[in-house]
C-alpha cells in the first residue's frame, strides 16, 4: 500500500519516508554536518587559547563557543550518528525488512533535528547562544545569573533533541526484541547489534531524567524556586550526570561495534569470545549507568567512595574486550584496508582515554584532575580519538553498502595518518597542561612557563584535524562522482546486511535471507563451501 | 610524645599517582606491542589460512578473574587514600581556620583569630598566607553560583556550592609562592578569579599575622 | 527466547543490584530514585515484550513463510507533521505564545493523519487476509 505522498518521490517523499534506512542517513548527514559546526567552534577557541590573554574573542563569546561546542557534539554529532548507524545497521543485521514503530521514528528524527536547530538559533538571540557550559549548573544556569532567551532556547533545545533521540532508539529496542528473522536468536546477533542494544537500553533508561532536569531547569529559570539551596545543586547534578555518564557509552558503544565489525571481516576470522564480548557489553552498560557521580567527587555532597568502586569496576569489561580484539587478531588472515587500520586506532587510542579513566576514577587523583585540561585530554581520547575513529571505521566499512561504491583506499590512508598526528598533537599536550594547573573553561590564561608552547601545539593539531576531516569530505565526494562500483560484498563479509544489494533494497531483503547458524552466517556458509570443495578435490583424487 | 604526621593531599596524590600512571603505560605498551605483533604476523595471508577458533572461555575467565584482583588492589589504594584526605584530616585539630568566601569574581580570605581579611581576583591580588606543616581549616562557602577552590601545589580543589559551608582541612608541606585558581565555570571573569598563596614558615607566618597581615 | 526480553530481565537485575548497593552505600534518596526510574522502563519493555511475544520457536535453516503480510509504510507526512507541532509548542514557550496553539492546532491535525494512515494500513492488511483465505 503506498500512500498518495509517496508517489510525489522527490523532496517530500524523501523527507516523509519511513523507510528505517533513509530516515538513518538523514539522520547521519544532519549529525555530519553538526560535526562541522562543532569542529569550527573548537578551532575558533584553539585560536583564542593558542597565546596567552588571547584577544580574539570576547569572554562572553568564549564561554558561548565551549558550551555550543560540547552540546553540538554531545547531542547533535556523537550520539545522534550513534542511533543513526544503529538505526540503519540494526535491522539489516537482524534480518528484518523495517524498523518497528516507522512513524515513530521519523517523527523522532524531525524532533530531534528541529531541537538542534533551535539550540543554535540562540546564536541569533540578543544575549547570544548558551553560555552556561554543556554541563549548565545551577544556580549559574538559572534565570538570575545567565538570564535571556538565548540560554531558554539551548534548555528547549536540548530537551527536544533528547526527546527525539529517546524515540528513534526506542524503536530500536523494538524492532530487536520483534523483528529478528526466524533462527535469529539473540546470542546469534552480530556483535554490532549487541552493542546497539546495550546503547538503546542506555538510551531508554536515563535519557528521560536528562529532559526531566531540562524542564526542571526551564521552570526554574522562569520564576519557580525548584533547586533550592546546596540541595538543589546537588539534585540538579544527580539528575544531569545520570543522563551525562551513560550518554558517554551510547557515544562509545556502536562505534566499538563497528570497528570490532570492521576487525573481524579484516582478519577474515569472526569475533572472538563472542559470549564473553556480550556479558562483558552487558555489565559494561550496567555498570555505566552506576558511576555519575565521579563527576562530583569534588563537591563534598555524594558518596564518594560507592561511584569510586563502580567506575573503577569498568576496569574489568574493558579488559575482556581488548582481549577479544587480540583474539580475533592473532590467527587470522589481516588485510589492512582503511576500515581495519581505523578500527586498530580505534582501540589503541581509545585506551589512553580509558586508562586516564581510571586515573581520574580514583577521588584523591580527581581532587587534582577535575575541571582541568587533564580531563579534557581524557574525554577527548575516548571521544574523538577513540570513538570518532570508531565512526571512520564504520564509515569506511560501510559505506559501500550504503551507496554501492567504494571508497578511495589512498585518500582514506592519507586521512587516517593526518587525523592520527592532529590529534595527538592536539590533545596529549593537555594531558601536561592540565597537571601542570591549567583549569577548562577558561577564555585567557596567565603567561605560563611552557603553557604557551604546549598551546600553540594543540592548536596546530586542531588545524590537523580539520585537514584530515576535510580530506574524508574530498574522499567522499571522488568516490561517488567517480564510482567504482563495490557490489554486494566487497569484503567478504560475515554478517546478513552483505548479502543483499548495494544499497539494499527498500525491504532489505529480495532474495530469501541465508541460513543462520550464528553471528557471522556468510562466514559460516563460506567456510562450508569451501570444506565441501575440499572433500571433492580429495575425492576426485583418489579414484575409487 | 609521638607526633601524628599531618595528612598532605600532596603526599597522597603523589604516592597514587606513583602507582597508577606505571600500570596504566604497562598496560598500554603491552596492549600495543601485541596487536603491532598480531598486525604484523598474520598480515597478508591468504583468507582460506585464517583459524576458524573463535573462544576460550576458560582463558577469559582466568583473565577476567585477573582483572578483578587488579581492581580490587586499586580500590584498596584509592579507598585508604581518600580516607586519609577525606575523613581523617576532618579530625586533625587545626592551627589555623581562614574562611573562605567565593563571589563572582573574587575570593575572600578571612582570619577570624587574627582578624584579618584579604581579597584576590578582579578586585586586585592579595595573597593567601600560610603556615606549612599545620593542620588548616577552611570553611568554604559561596556568595552566588558555584566555584571551586583549587591549589595545584596540594593537588587538591573543592567546590563551594551556595546554600552550606564545606569544611577541609589542608597542610602545606613545602615553603614558597603558589598559584590558586577557581576551577569552576561561575561566568564571565572566571578567568580571572585567581589567587596566590604564600606558605610561610610557622614563624614567619606568626610575625606577619600579629602585624594584621601588612608585611610579608 | 520470551519475545527479545530476556537480555532486558538480565539488566534490569544487574542494575537493581547497584541500586540496592547504592541505597545501602549511600542512603541517596534521588540516586535511588534514578536507578528505580531505570530499572522500572527497562522492565517495562521486559514485559511488553514478554506479553506480545508469538509463539514462533527459533528455528534453523531457512525462514518459514509469512502467514500474514507486514505492512510497512513507505512515507508519513502526519509524522513528520507530530514533530513540526511538538516543536512549534516547544520554541513557541519562548518565542511567541502564538506558536504554542499554532502547535496545538497543528498536532491535532497532524495526529488525524497519521491515525488515518494507520487504519487505512490496517483495512488493506485485512483485505490481503480475506482475499488470501478465497
Given amino acids: 500500500m503506498r500512500s498518495r505522498r509517496s508517489r510525489s518521490g522527490g523532496w517530500v517523499g524523501a523527507l516523509t519516508s519511513t523507510d528505517h534506512k533513509r530516515i538513518g542517513v538523514h539522520l547521519g548527514l544532519a549529525s555530519f554536518a553538526f560535526f562541522l559546526l562543532g569542529g569550527v567552534f573548537a578551532v575558533m577557541m584553539r585560536a583564542q587559547l593558542a597565546e596567552p590573554n588571547g584577544q580574539l574573542v570576547s569572554d562572553n563569546t568564549y564561554s558561548e563557543l565551549f558550551t555550543m561546542h560540547g552540546s553540538t557534539m554531545i547531542y547533535l554529532f556523537v550520539t545522534p550518528m550513534a542511533i543513526a548507524l544503529s538505526m540503519y545497521l540494526v535491522p539489516l543485521q537482524i534480518g528484518a525488512i523495517s524498523i518497528a514503530g516507522p512513524r515513530a521514528a521519523l517523527a523522532g528524527f524531525w524532533t530531534w533535528l528541529a531541537g538542534g536547530l533551535i539550540m543554535q538559533s540562540g546564536w541569533l538571540s540578543a544575549d547570544g547562544a548558551g553560555r552556561a557550559g554543556l554541563f549548565s549548573p545551577v544556580p549559574l544556569s538559572n534565570g538570575t545569573n545567565t538570564p535571556g532567551v538565548g540560554q531558554d532556547l539551548w534548555v528547549l533545545g536540548v530537551i527536544l533533541a533528547a526527546s527525539g533521540m529517546v524515540v528513534m532508539a526506542g524503536c530500536v529496542l523494538v524492532t530487536i526484541a520483534r523483528r529478528r528473522a ?108 552506576s558511576v555519575w557521580a565521579h563527576h562530583m567527587f569534588t563537591t563534598g555532597g555524594v558518596t564518594n567512595q560507592y561511584f569510586a568502586f563502580t567506575s573503577t569496576a569498568l576496569v574489568i569489561p574493558a579488559g575482556i574486550e581488548y582481549f577479544d580484539v587480540a583474539g580475533t587478531l592473532v590467527g587470522g588472515a589481516l588485510v589492512l584496508r582503511c576500515s581495519m587500520l581505523f578500527a586498530l586506532t580505534f582501540f589503541v587510542q581509545f585506551l589512553i582515554g580509558g586508562l586516564s579513566g581510571i586515573f581520574v576514577a580514583s577521588p584523591v587523583l580527581d581532587y587534582s584532575a577535575n575541571n582541568t585540561y587533564f580531563l579534557i585530554a581524557h574525554f577527548h581520547y575516548t571521544l574523538f580519538a577513540g570513538s570518532v575513529f570508531g565512526f571512520f571505521a564504520g564509515v569506511y566499512h560501510w559505506f559501500p553498502k550504503l551507496t554501492g561504491a567504494l571508497l578511495r583506499e589512498r585518500l582514506g590512508k592519507i586521512q587516517l595518518a593526518v587525523m592520527i598526528v592532529g590529534t595527538n598533537l592536539t590533545f596529549f599536550p593537555m594531558f601536561l597542561v592540565g597537571e601542570d594547573g591549567m583549569p577548562r573553561r577558561i577564555s585567557r590564561y596567565a603567561e605560563h612557563p611552557g603553557w604557551a608552547t604546549l598551546n600553540r601545539l594543540e592548536t596546530a593539531g586542531s588545524v590537523l584535524i580539520a585537514v584530515g576531516v576535510a580530506i574524508f569530505v574530498a574522499n567522499v565526494w571522488v568516490s561517488l562522482r567517480h564510482r567504482e562500483p563495490a557490489g554486494d560484498d566487497p569484503w567478504r563479509g560475515h554478517t546478513l546486511e552483505w548479502a543483499t544489494s548495494s544499497p539494499p533494497p527498500p525491504l532489505n531483503y529480495e532474495a530469501p535471507i541465508p541460513p543462520i547458524r550464528s553471528y557471522a552466517p556468510l562466514l559460516d556458509l563460506r567456510e562450508e563451501a569451501a570444506d565441501r570443495e575440499r572433500r571433492e578435490r580429495e575425492q576426485a583424487g583418489a579414484p575409487a | 610524645m609521638t607526633l601524628i604526621a599531618l595528612i598532605s593531599t600532596r603526599h597522597e596524590y603523589d604516592a597514587l599517582f606513583s602507582v597508577y600512571v606505571p600500570i596504566a603505560l604497562g598496560v598500554f605498551v603491552v596492549i600495543v606491542i601485541v596487536i603491532l605483533a598480531a598486525v604484523l604476523r598474520y598480515r597478508g595471508r591468504p583468507p582460506e589460512k585464517a583459524a576458524r577458533w573463535s573462544e576460550h572461555n576458560g582463558l577469559e575467565a582466568g583473565y577476567a578473574l585477573l582483572l578483578t584482583a587488579t581492581v580490587a588492589f586499586l580500590l584498596y589504594l584509592t579507598f585508604s587514600a581518600e580516607h586519609r584526605v577525606d575523613t581523617v584530616s576532618a579530625r586533625e585539630r587545626p592551627s589555623l581556620t581562614v574562611d573562605v568566601t567565593a563571589a563572582k569574581w573574587e575570593w575572600q580570605f578571612s582570619y577570624p583569630r587574627y582578624g584579618i581579611t584579604v581579597r584576590s581576583g578582579t578586585v586586585g591580588r592579595q595573597p593567601l598566607v600560610v603556615p606549612v606543616d599545620q593542620a588548616i581549616r577552611f570553611r568554604l562557602a559561596s556568595a552566588d553560583v558555584i566555584h571551586s577552590l583549587w591549589i595545584p601545589q596540594l593537588r587538591f580543589k573543592r567546590a563551594l556550592i551556595p546554600g552550606a559551608t564545606e569544611t577541609v582541612t589542608l597542610t602545606f608541606t613545602n615553603a614558597g609562592t603558589f598559584t590558586g585558581q577557581c576551577a569552576e565555570f561561575c561566568g564571565l571573569r572566571h578567568a580571572d578569579m585567581v589567587f596566590t598563596v604564600r606558605a610561610l614558615s610557622p614563624a614567619a607566618f606568626a610575625s606577619w599575622a600579629r602585624a594584621g597581615g601588612r608585611t610579608a | 527466547m520470551r519475545g527479545g526480553a530476556i537480555p532486558l530481565l538480565a539488566w534490569a537485575s544487574v542494575l537493581a543490584v547497584l541500586m540496592a548497593i547504592n541505597w545501602i552505600w549511600t542512603g541517596d534518596a534521588i540516586q535511588v530514585g534514578m536507578f528505580g526510574f531505570a530499572v522500572a522502563a527497562i522492565l517495562t519493555n521486559a514485559i511488553a515484550f514478554i506479553v506480545r511475544a508469538r509463539r514462533d520457536a527459533v528455528r534453523r535453516g531457512p525462514p518459514p513463510p509469512a502467514r500474514e503480510p507486514e505492512a510497512v509504510p513507505t512515507a508519513s507526512l502526519g509524522a513528520v507533521l507530530v514533530a513540526v507541532a511538538a516543536t512549534s509548542i516547544v520554541f513557541g514557550l519562548a518565542f511567541g505564545r502564538f506558536l504554542v496553539y499554532f502547535g496545538a492546532g497543528l498536532l491535532v491535525v497532524a495526529a488525524a493523519m497519521v491515525l488515518r494512515e494507520v487504519m487505512a494500513e490496517r483495512r488493506e492488511r485485512r483485505a490481503w487476509r480475506t482475499r488470501e483465505q478465497r
Avoid: C
Fill in chain 1, 182 to 289: 526466524p533462527g535469529m536468536a539473540l546470542l546469534r546477533m552480530p556483535v554490532f547489534s549487541w552493542t546497539g542494544l546495550v546503547t538503546v537500553l542506555m538510551v531508554v533508561g536515563s535519557f528521560p531524567v536528562l529532559i526531566v532536569a531540562m524542564i526542571l531547569l526551564y521552570i526554574d529559570r522562569h520564576g519557580a524556586n525548584i533547586y533550592s539551596g546546596f540541595s538543589g545543586a546537588i539534585d540538579y547534578q544527580d539528575l544531569f550526570w545520570f543522563f551525562g555518564h551513560p550518554v558517554v557509552y551510547v557515544m562509545f558503544f556502536p562505534y566499538l561495534g563497528a570497528a570490532a565489525e570492521a576487525i573481524a571481516v579484516g582478519a577474515n576470522k569472526r569475533w572472538f569470545g563472542y559470549k564473553a564480548f556480550v556479558a562483558s557489553v552487558m555489565a559494561f552498560a550496567a555498570l555505566s549507568m
